[in-house]
Structures are given as C-alpha cells and as structure tokens.
C-alpha cells in the first residue's frame, strides 16, 4: 500500500469518526426530555414539576389565551408566551432544592395567583 493511500484511508477514518461524533451529539439533544406547559387564564399546567439535577430538559410553552410570562427566578430562567405560538427553553437544572416560578407579565385579574412550582432531586 502506498503513502498516499493510507493517508487517505487515515483522513476518511477520522471523518467518519468525528461525524460519529456529530451524530451521537445530535441523538443525544432529541432524547431529552420535552415538557409540554400550558399557560391559561390564571394556571400553568402542570403545576408542578420534577426533574433531576444535571439532566437538562426542554420546556414547551403554549397559549391560547392571552401573552403571558414564564420566570423562574433562582435559575434566571424566562420567557414570553404568546398566543398560538410555542416557546422552546433548554434547561439543565445546576442545584437541588424547591423552586417557585411566575408569571410575570399582567394577563387580567388573578394573575397574582399563577405560580407553580419545580421539585429538583
């Protein structure tokens, strides 16, 4: 075999290697978990969420109602919801604990009341 060939045959073996590479990191993005959260007049739904520390998760954010506000202020996490759009959050949760979320912008009379909650263990 000559030079020139097993150059070749070295550089197509290190493609294919890091386009592995590429597709296992892109396999590994659209196995995270996605949680689909509702914003309505005064609730998200769900209420209360539990994930695990280190394990990041995709938030999906949908209303029909009225523009909206997803804050959770101990991860600096927010977002706008609006009305027939959906909001996409990537989030990997750093630290264990109880941690309340709000909404934030003034969607009518009980909008003080929408909160919710997310569990991390």
Do not use: W, Y
């Not at 045959?9 to 290190?14: E, R, S």
């Not at 003080?112 to 569990?119: K, L």
Request: charged residues 20%; glycine residues 10%; positive net charge.
């Amino acid at each position: 075999m000559n030079t020139n060939h097993k150059r070749r045959l070295l550089l197509a073996g290190a493609l294919a290697g890091g386009l592995g590479g590429v597709v296992a990191a892109v396999g590994a993005q659209s196995q995270e978990r996605v949680i689909k959260v509702v914003a309505k007049k005064f609730d998200f739904t769900p209420g209360e969420i539990h994930l695990k520390k280190n394990v990041p998760v995709i938030f999906e954010f949908t209303t029909q109602d009225v523009v909206m506000g997803f804050n959770l202020p101990d991860f600096a996490l927010r977002t706008d919801i609006l009305p027939g759009a959906t909001s996409r959050l990537r989030f990997t949760p750093d630290k264990a604990g109880e941690f309340p979320f709000h909404c934030d912008v003034f969607c009518g009379s009980g909008h003080e009341n929408m909160s919710g909650v997310i569990q991390v263990t």
